[in-house]
């Protein structure tokens, strides 16, 4: 997988830098519109971790601090609005339900979305995506929830491929890799 443009995701490691500095010395947020920071920039792999890294620990987040946060990384308005929109979120949303349609958004298919699922939420530090895993409970329902807003998967073949990687996590102490759905004809997700 490519990270995309260098010069993108060093702004957006040079925003997060100074996005989290900010946060630990009590300073105000950074915001988009700086002089020295492009106006606005793509979602990333590396943008939504860092953002996740916010939420990670909550149920529900409210759009307002969704909206703080999105602005305070320069990414565009409109990739918000449109995520916000196909999820069909209020004034509280489901966090992990919004992240997975940020990996979405990001992988552009459900198999590369759950990919940067596997990835991000990887507890192994300096791991290669291939061997990114998590738990199948938590594989579970985010797969079932893109598959379902995707809308042209059917329940059979969500059933089918739950079932295969279900077998797959039981023989790998209850973990879904990345390997085990991304390069294989045994199992179709989208």
């Not at 998590?134 to 598959?147: G, K, N």
């Not at 079932?163 to 209850?174: C, Q, R, V």
């Amino acid at each position: 997988m490519s990270c995309g443009n260098p010069q993108r995701f060093k702004g957006a490691m040079v925003r997060a830098e100074r996005y989290f500095s900010a946060l630990t010395q009590e300073k105000p947020l950074p915001v988009r519109g700086s002089p020295d920071t492009p106006t606005s920039v793509d979602l990333t792999r590396e943008t939504l971790s860092a953002i996740h890294q916010e939420f990670q620990k909550r149920e529900t987040v409210s759009r307002k601090e969704l909206e703080s946060m999105w602005k305070s990384f320069s990414l565009a308005e409109d990739h918000l609005q449109h995520i916000l929109s196909v999820g069909c979120f209020r004034e509280e949303l489901e966090w992990m339900k919004f992240f997975a349609l940020c990996c979405s958004y990001i992988g552009g298919t459900i198999k590369n979305a759950m990919a940067h699922i596997c990835y991000i939420l990887n507890s192994e530090p300096g791991c290669k995506l291939l061997e990114a895993s998590v738990p199948y409970d938590t594989f579970r329902p985010l797969y079932t929830y893109l598959a379902t807003m995707d809308g042209e998967v059917s329940e059979a073949q969500i059933d089918q491929a739950l079932a295969y990687l279900g077998k797959k996590a039981k023989s790998s102490n209850g973990m879904v890799k990345v390997s085990d759905f991304i390069d294989t004809c045994k199992v179709r997700l989208g």
